[in-house]
T-cell receptor, first 112, second 110 residues
Framework: EAGVAQSPRYKIIEKRQSVAFWCNPI?????LYWYQQILGQGPKLLIQ????????DSQLPKDRFSAERLKGVDSTLKIQPAKLEDSAVYLCASRGGTGELFFGEGSRLTVL | SQQGEEDPQALSIQEGENATMNCSYK?????LQWYRQNSGRGLVHLILIRSNEREKHSGRLRVTLDTSKKSSSLLITASRAADTASYFCATDQTGTALIFGKGTTLSVSS
């Protein structure tokens, strides 16, 4: 069974530029999450999807972050414009049948 | 918002020793999960313990849950260098996504 796929693995941009991250969850997993992990901290939820609907985006900075999950499969997270404090690893996860999360390898963003 | 808090923040031991990490949380939960994260990688699920369970084993892992104290512990027996990683507890509450703690960084030296 293929795992959660994420791309790109690494991205370096200047502040005020834009960036997009892509995630393809495990086949059949209806629930998909984007977490932000700043160095030395635990993952913090940005947004949760159930199929193609948003369940929780209360911690998503909507003035600069957006996410979509068209057709209820893969998802894209966009940041525009990026700030220095957005430097982090962006983790995508999908939820298995017994409640555990399966994570991708993450996309590491550096904002200069 | 932070739910789980791991203790200690960092732990250094020798191969063959046991490693114990603790997690405290604030509100009622459905289950509590432990994850491992190797440097530069994603998180990997280790074990899930439900609120009506008190202890669970998986290989060299032993997890306990005390809902009256709102705390959990993860014991790794006979540690190996390959166990070097960060370990996170995550709480599962009704209607919310998993909330992760800040993690314990475990270093196992040979």
């Amino acid at each position: 069974e293929a795992g959660v796929a994420q791309s790109p693995r690494y991205k370096i941009i200047e502040k005020r530029q834009s960036v997009a991250f892509w995630c393809n969850p495990i086949s059949g997993h209806a629930t998909l999450y984007w977490y932000q992990q700043i160095l030395g901290q635990g993952p913090k939820l940005l947004i949760q999807f159930q199929n193609n609907g948003v369940v929780d985006d209360s911690q998503l900075p909507k003035d600069r972050f957006s996410a979509e999950r068209l057709k209820g499969v893969d998802s894209t997270l966009k940041i525009q414009p990026a700030k220095l404090e957005d430097s982090a690893v962006y983790l995508c996860a999908s939820r298995g049948g017994t409640g555990e999360l399966f994570f991708g390898e993450g996309s590491r963003l550096t904002v200069l | 918002s932070q739910q789980g808090e791991e203790d200690p923040q960092a732990l250094s031991i020798q191969e063959g020793e046991n490693a114990t990490m603790n997690c405290s949380y604030k509100t009622s939960i459905n289950n509590l999960q432990w994850y491992r994260q190797n440097s530069g990688r994603g998180l990997v699920h280790l074990i899930l313990i439900r609120s009506n369970e008190r202890e669970k084993h998986s290989g060299r892992l032993r997890v306990t849950l005390d809902t009256s104290k709102k705390s959990s512990s993860l014991l790794i027996t006979a540690s190996r260098a390959a166990d070097t990683a960060s370990y996170f507890c995550a709480t599962d509450q009704t209607g919310t996504a998993l909330i992760f703690g800040k993690g314990t960084t475990l270093s196992v030296s040979s």
